[in-house]
């Protein structure tokens, strides 16, 4: 295909934006965002938002780590039932449990008290927020066009009823099945993995059973995971409620992902898929980094980071990966807060933060050592740079296992692994090109789409605040129960007819032959008698 | 919501598309089109992606009505096995039929004969196609990074295997559950009413049943009356092959249709809905119409149409909606052909053609009387005219649903309506305000889109001469049987499981109690025998 000079399509797109909403309207928009990383993603959309001329009020707790600080929007917050100490312990101790054990399946997973203890915490935001009067008053007397939130916190659906708004979720997926509950999604568990199962699109009968299980277990347990925030939220409510019906009103979710990462699945109209917001263009490196990355020489660098959560490791992980990294002849770039490995190797650089976009963008850098958390495996895609994925928690083997499965990563089980292991892994994402062209050829999708991830995100936000909502997109399965909606009154009825009719020829057959056959026989065994 | 000046997003549009792709590449695409009111969407974006500098072929038979002429790109050319004139005959007699019966259920509708022979035309271009060895050396040696293509008449698909083209489909949908099977689209009877039944989305019990019904009709006939097409590629791949295998290679679904017509329902990554092509600002009228809405005074006028398909009716019902267009004080302008009814009112003028999208973008255009083919509706929503619609065949009654329980239209069977009928209908849209308010809110949800339809199409064919093809947006669903897909071998497996769990432990259980209350029996006939 040869080169034309001119890009496309962009005349058009002005004419259409013009033709389609004249002049953009400014809205007044209610932001309840989730603090740690799910913030980096949002911001940038909520940050778009206001520089667009949106009047945007962010709600947070007076106790976060990172909402609220110098945003150029006003920000209101709330007293919540715990100090920033107890927060960070409970974290502490939640990250921690990690290095411990890996959960086997969903039932420990939703069932270790230092899981449940922290979304306890999270879980109680929204009964403070109900019990600040004054805020409540604001919310109400702001009028605003929409509601924009994170609901891991599960408080953005209770707000969004209480006061009637129209609103946008903005999230990686749902626990369990209540995406696919809530926007009345179809899900196949024959090939669609279950969320926190690590499992892929392509799966042995062994495995479509372990995903099928998994299913079950969600439908089974999750709701009483779930319980708390049901009850806050019926609490406040004033009606008791179930949790698809607390989630069921949401207008669009925002989902951060697409189908460069994600597997190809059955989706809603109403679902818009954002992935990939925090790609951006890399900018120059810092003086320190850019030495680092010049003294590399021919092998170039790799980048290390278990993401924002995660900065300190246990002493003996940490000196075996500090071995490992030992191995290579790249430079080693390691975001750790935590006391240096005795043994660490001298192209090893442990820095206690590094501009993670701007190092993956840098075309010396030849491998990445993550987490897999969504953010920093999209930051990876986008650049086109082989991983070696260690995850922890939540949805992290999930994303290991999409990368891996498409040839782009390698998977290690972080507790389990040995020196030798992580060594090998990162020699092969280095060394063995066919990672790197998998990545380079997924970074070339992932960035060929009519609009970018943000300003998809941004659109969609404002198109609920300019239409209240969006009532056009939700499917008549809303209407239905579980038991119409699989069609099995209709199903029943059919059979019914069926059997009815067959029963009723049979017993017609039946009283003919008996008619025909003992008159024949009565017919055959007369003239019989006569011959006699 | 206060205005503000600027319009949004279009530098960052800008950037993503030089940071995505850097400059347009020019591709080869090979064009499969349909006759008649399809191509008025395809062409259009076809003669775009011309003019983007694609270099773009159209294959077609010599025996067409609009395709081929005067387009700006090659034109390649095949015999068909049929003449102008016998397509005609077969084409009147398949028009006029509609005037004598709508059919009842689907296997009326696909058994009729006048149905079937078209078919049998339309079907057997495919033969002629492979037939032409001079064409198909053309086409291989070309090399088209794609095919472009209106499933229709079936030959896309199996051009598409033949040369192994990465293939976009083009269309408002396929026959009967083809579409779904072939994406592994889900789509549950319960709510989403099934194509040709004219049925909406909130469904009584009886209706849910008359989908079923409907659905299963589908299952079981509609591989049928493709037999034809199924078997001629069978022989030109030289291997038997099903429906499903004839259409599930696809790599992008474009379908004529958004959820502002259509209901929610379930879709899949590769399905991009694209409806609305045909919508664009209304450009000033000629003379002669200019003339007509002129005069028409403070009433306004009228657009009649029943399609570029129908344009003569029997003389009865002409008479008879020619007295209805007579008690409505506006100016009708109707599309029509055949002889003048003798009755005609003098609000009424004939037209042999009528510029309609630039009519219905006319401030003083009150209605809009349509066959409800998807073309017209889409003109008629985007433009905001409430409608009389009186579906004949195809699709019609499915669109003209869709209007009419959106509060945008007026439903009509033009078999069975009288003059009254009519002139009440008209009455309705025109002077009750909800028509006109609903019809508004439609079109303006219908332009709120990021992107514009045209684009998008665009966008999707040069993704995938770009990419060959979109196999990442391939759902794993295609590699199951549907026992599988359905989790059937898996559920049995854990009911095995279940039910020898149970049955083990109820025969413990008796073998227990056997054991126990055996001995204790005995034990305690001993001390009784013991005692006496």
């Given amino acids: ?31 309840l965002p989730m603090d740690g990383s799910h913030w980096l993603s949002m911001g940038m959309v909520v940050e778009k938002l206001h520089r667009s001329g949106h009047e945007v009020t962010m709600v947070i707790p007076e106790v976060s780590w990172r909402l609220g600080s110098s945003v150029p929007y006003p920000v209101r917050t709330y007293k919540p039932s715990y100090t920033l100490e107890d927060y960070n312990r409970v974290f502490r101790r939640f990250a921690d449990n990690q290095w411990d054990d890996i959960p086997k399946d969903l039932s420990s997973a939703l069932s270790n008290p230092n899981t449940t203890v922290l979304f306890e915490y999270l879980f109680s935001n929204c009964r403070s927020l109900f019990q600040n009067a004054e805020l409540l008053r604001f919310i109400r007397e702001s009028a605003f ?42 899900s196949p568990p024959s090939y669609v993995p279950r969320g926190m199962s690590g499992l892929s699109e392509s799966m042995t009968f062994a495995e479509r059973l372990q995903n099928y299980v998994h299913y079950l277990q969600e439908v089974s347990l999750c709701s009483l995971f779930l319980q708390t925030p049901v009850n806050i939220a019926g609490d406040i409510l004033q009606r008791p409620l179930t949790v698809k019906e607390l989630y069921r009103d949401t207008d669009i979710w925002l989902l951060r992902t697409d189908f460069v990462f994600d597997y190809p699945k059955p989706l809603m109209p109403n ?10 263009e890399s900018k120059p490196l810092s003086e320190e980094f850019e030495g680092y990355v010049n003294a590399s020489g021919e092998h170039g660098i790799v980048v290390f980071s278990l993401g924002s959560m995660v900065s300190e490791i246990p002493m003996a992980k940490a000196m075996e990966i500090a071995d490992a990294l030992g191995t290579i002849p790249q430079t080693v770039l390691w975001r750790y807060t935590g006391k240096p490995p005795s043994n660490l190797a001298k192209n090893t650089k442990l820095v206690k933060w590094l501009p993670q976009n701007d190092l993956l963008g840098h075309p010396k850098t030849r491998a990445f050592i993550t987490h897999a958390g969504s953010h920093g495996i999209y930051e990876g895609l986008c650049n086109g740079v082989p991983m070696v994925l260690m995850p922890l928690f939540g949805d992290q083997m999930d994303n290991a296992k999409r ?8 998977t290690l089980n972080v507790l389990e692994m040995t020196s030798a292991d992580l060594s090998k892994a990162l020699k092969t994402v280095i060394n063995d090109k066919s990672y790197k062209e998998n990545i380079m050829r997924l970074s070339a999708l992932h960035k060929d789409r009519p609009i970018s991830p943000l300003d998809l995100a941004v659109f969609w936000v404002e198109f609920v ?11 008549a399965a809303h209407d239905l129960n579980w038991f119409q909606y699989h069609s099995l009154d209709v199903i029943a009825f059919l059979l019914a007819i069926v059997l009815t009719v067959v029963f009723i020829a049979v017993k017609s057959y039946m009283f003919c032959c008996q008619k025909c056959f003992g008159k024949k026989g009565k017919a055959k065994k007369a003239p019989k008698s006569k011959s006699h």
Wanted: with cysteine.
């Fill in 1 to 31: 295909m040869a080169c034309l000079p001119q890009p496309r399509g962009l005349l058009p797109l002005w004419t259409w934006l013009l033709l389609a909403g004249g002049a953009a309207e400014a809205g007044k928009l209610l932001v």
């Fill in 145 to 186: 066009d929409a509601i924009f939130f994170d609901p891991f916190d599960q408080c953005g659906f209770v707000v969004a009823k209480y006061f009637s708004l129209p609103s946008v979720a903005f999230t990686r997926g749902l626990f369990c099945h209540f995406l696919e509950e809530a926007a009345q999604c179809p």
């Fill in 271 to 280: 679902m818009v898929f954002v992935g990939g917001i925090t790609c951006h």
């Fill in 403 to 410: 990368m891996e499965s498409r040839g782009a990563g390698v």
């Fill in 465 to 475: 605040m300019r239409n209240k909502g969006a009532p056009h997109l939700r499917p």
